[in-house]
């Protein structure tokens, strides 16, 4: 009996990643550990993090080889909650490297960000199925073909934002994804949208030391004279451009810049900094914390 | 005949550095070149910045040595004032290196910044003078005493503040600084305080991507989860922590950090930004432009 | 009167780089901007570099506009030959803008610096023209034609070396590159194909602190557990590897990293110095001096 | 009945770490955490990793709490040695915070990486206690009397160097050492002084991308014309600057540095790479692993 259909666990290249959070009490590691000991799961690797030890939050990933397990997947998973997640009120999960994360990808204008994922993607750099990208515009949809990936361009104009939110979140959703990618998609997405996709929603926004806000934030950081540049990757939830954080870099500029080369050396960190992003939530690192992340 | 009393401009170390801010046109690298050839300056270092050919500002430093120089110190500045200076009505001046700028400090208790200087002063890496070092507590008295740097505490309460600024000022005019350093100096100085001081004011705070505000930012930086701790070190103006920035570093954290390491990893950052901006400062190779600065 | 043919001057965007090189003396930067000044030059940008003011080289870019110009390209040229270059004995030329470089790329089966490059320069990053991709390989004609850039196949053997060389030689100089850059390129070019090129080569290869030699450097590094791996960009002479360097970067790894995700983060390394690299060859920001470079 | 003598083992600040090296196959984990969590251990932090599941080193670092635990130091270690380590053949070893490690430090004459280690040890940023710093030189005496921190000095010639070395290594075994830090000391030790220490040694050296070896390499990078300069810590072993990397960083530099400056800043990367590395060795996050390190 195999682990699932078409699914062979005895490919060394098939791994499982276990992902864990609850409140920390002791003897989790060792009820965790010794239920996959038990069923004869190759710890590979494993990570943990406690916010504290005293009444916090108990972070775990264990990612295990398939062949040596004496389960099929439905058993294993239903055993797992029995046995070990439902003592603990666990918030958990299982995810199979045979069945790679299918990743929605919303753009607009910029290029940057969605380029850079469709060729990490052909190099074989991020493991991912990419079945649909929405656009409310034309302009990506000759780069979409080049890479052989499916585009929708659905408008979105002040009067219809609502009706195309709800095109948009039915289009994905019947693709199948797993997470979307905001890859410079220049609309807000709404409270609803959020509620209507379900699945996690990662965004990139450049990022300054101050923070400059409203419409042409480059502008005024170029008026400010910053010497760094940044970039911002998160998890998108209704307050914008407030959600937990997964990764940030930034870039040296000096004083010749112009606004339009901090936009070019921001687009280069952006675009570094999401792919980072988009490859630690495609390996099951990033573990959300209330409003941070865990990231192993 | 010597450039200056005391001042041997045979000395092959003894350099002069000219700077220039004005407005933009036609002719000014020519005008400048010109007149250090024709009085036998030997050019070692010139850089030049023009924010715009049209309108903009021009901004320019000049590194040379003295020995060719057929002028003395005083004919030479007023040569330049009258040929040069004056037709491009230049915001100018010359600096020898024969006469090491004068700093003064502003502690409270904390220590990085404060020792990084002395310990970076004391190896030679920043040809500086230390006539006196002013705080507002008597922790660090021991500490400048090692180095053997004039230490004087001036309690400031919030009765007594205004009267505090004017004897702070007042020592430091007697002292005869050429710039004030706030080595986390955790008194806010008011416009006053600054007019009176009447020299260039530099001081370093801790930065983030968001920024965060208030009275514990590192705790903030905690709660949202960042994944890097920046500083700031810029001049001083009377609107708090928005004068033109001198230089900005960052550092990487993550998730296993506690407010008290991101505080620590900050201090080693913002030593770094405060000793790099000192340094600039002291090879007069920052020049202010509005809000923001030229570092060549 | 045209300062070319085709050429516009009064086009604000146009403007014109005066590379210098000479044997430092005095007079130098009064000479140049005399004469630019004296012919209607609107100098933006000017950077010099002395390595030593007695008995050193000197180098300097100007950058300027057009507009003013009194004379036309082939006059301005000739006039600054005579009364500058000559009585310096420098080492110049002029470039401009109008005139964006022609690029040839040699490549082999590695696509990651390769489409770095294609993808800036049709997003405008790099202002550049590539007439010509020669390969040893056919595995990236597909994406030379995906973005409209010419591609020719030379098979490079043991035996047909020489004459493949000559061969690709021929290409280039017929489609009249100023520069070629090898993105990972797996064949040294022998110094006959280097004098038969007649312009210059730019290198990317991966660096690391301590270097390895070697057939398998990731590897290497892998086994000596680096925490950085790096790249260099240079220009390529005929002592392998050994030519001045224009750029160099590093990232972090840690103990978990295996050869092949060593390389993965080496390549996003790579096409960051490549990049950077070009642009700045592109904007004749690089003087050669000696083995050295000077990067304005 | 307390968990060591003078140890109170309910204070909150006194956790243990558990380091662990062996041979990698099932069930380690699961054996050390239900140990562990059998005898009230409350563990904080736990990291692990496997250079090869099949056939490969699993190394394993815990930090718990010693408030629940209900053994008493040597029954606990006694135990686990019995019960776990020997089964798994382990290399093994516990450390308590409440006994901060004691560093011995090595100098010659540059005074930036022992000012910064004394700085941090002040400053409560390294957990740390120093017995004694040894010289062969006079130099830095002064600072350590600055500091507190006992100075011997032991003059080494080339004719007493193996009769220098012995004496070196009596004094550390005297004064107790757990590790040794070479902060720039100009001597290389030999196999027999290493041995007579037979405590870890840590190193810190100028790297360079590409590497220049000989007696002034700064000079070399300057030659070259590198674009960053970097810095190396690792664990001496008989083969020069080859033992186990700990920890590396670099800094930009450009044309502009002479030899002068490559090695201010230099020193800079060193000393910052030194205190991390220093401070990942006093928490016991560095394991080594042949020719390599593991560092949680």
Known sequence: MTLAQGLDRTDPRHTARLTIACADRKGIVAAVSQFLHHHGANIIHSDQHSTDPQGGQFFMRMEFHLDGLDLAKEQ????????????????????????PKRMGIMVSNYDHCFLDLLVRKRRG??????????????????????????????????????????????????AGVDFVVLARYMQILSGEMLRGLAVPVINIHHSFLPAFIGANPYRAAFQRGVKLV?????????????????????????????????????????????????????????????NKTVVF
């Open 76 to 99: 294993f998973e239903r055993a797992f909650a029995q046995q070990v997640a439902e003592p603990f009120d666990m918030n958990w999960r299982v995810w199979y490297t045979a069945q």
């Open 230 to 290: 940044g970039a911002t990757a998160h998890y998108v939830t209704e307050e914008l451009d407030a959600g937990p954080i997964i990764e940030q870099d930034v870039a040296r500029v000096n004083h010749r810049e112009t606004p339009e080369t901090l936009m070019r050396l921001g687009r280069d960190v952006e675009r570094q900094v999401l792919a980072r992003a988009v490859k630690a939530h495609l390996e099951d690192r990033v573990l959300v914390s209330g």
């Open 125 to 174: 750099e991020l493991d991912v199925e990419i079945p649909l990208v929405i656009s409310n515009h034309a302009t990506l949809c000759g780069d979409a073909e080049m890479f052989g990936v499916p585009f929708a361009q659905v408008s979105v104009t002040k009067d219809n934002k609502a009706e195309a939110e709800q095109e948009q979140a039915r289009l994905f959703r019947e």
